[in-house]
Each structure stands twice: as structure tokens, then as C-alpha cells.
Nanobody, 115 residues
């Protein structure tokens, strides 16, 4: 079964860093754009970062210069490096990919930033 499995969430103090990982089953994801989203409590899900099959990246204004998306195609994994975290970054983080019109989502991983 095609799946996206996330890891790397947790509790971190303000100013700290975390690295989220999202491993995919199915080699087809090596040739697709990948993205990260977040959903804070009581708020809509928001796009955070995207990386193309050619490793071009783009970011939401709120995280530019602080978060970095990368990929390791040999491991079929995409990463989100989160630096200088603050309590406003507390959310559930989801990885995303698509094949044609079908969307695939990771299970979601909680990131909690304490002040």
C-alpha cells in the first residue's frame, strides 16, 4: 500500500530545533513534488513548504529563512528542518504528495513548542 509515514515530532523549548521526516512507500514518490503543511489548534490547515522533483523549494512567508525542506530520493524521504521555533509553531504537521488527482497525507505528527 502506498503510504507516507512521519516521524520526528515532539516537545521542544522556544528557540530550539526539530527535524521532521516523512518516508514514503512506493518509488513513484521519488518523481513527485512533496510538501509540508501544518494545522494549529482551532485553525485551518496551512501550507508550509514544497519541494519539486528537481529539488526546487518554496516556503510560506511565515517560515522563510527558518524552515528548510529537503529530500533524499535514495531513502524516499522528505525532511523539514525547523529552526528558531516559537510557541506559534505548535501544530500538527503533515507531509503531502500527490499522484495525478489523488492526494496522499502522512498521519500527522504533533510539534509542541514551550515558552
Amino acid at each position: 500500500q502506498v503510504q507516507l509515514v512521519e516521524s520526528g515530532g515532539g516537545l521542544v523549548q522556544a528557540g530550539g530545533s526539530l527535524r521532521h521526516s516523512c518516508a514514503a512507500s512506493g518509488s513513484i514518490f521519488r518523481f513527485r513534488a512533496r510538501a509540508w503543511y501544518l494545522q494549529a489548534p482551532g485553525k485551518q490547515r496551512e501550507w508550509v513548504a514544497r519541494i519539486t522533483s528537481g529539488s526546487s523549494t518554496s516556503y510560506a512567508d511565515s517560515v522563510q529563512g527558518l524552515f528548510t525542506i529537503s529530500r533524499d530520493n535514495a531513502k524516499n524521504t522528505v525532511y523539514l528542518h525547523m529552526n528558531s521555533l516559537n510557541p506559534e509553531d505548535t501544530a500538527i504537521y503533515y507531509c503531502h504528495a500527490n499522484i495525478a488527482i489523488i492526494d496522499y497525507w502522512g498521519q500527522g505528527t504533533q510539534v509542541t513548542v514551550s515558552s
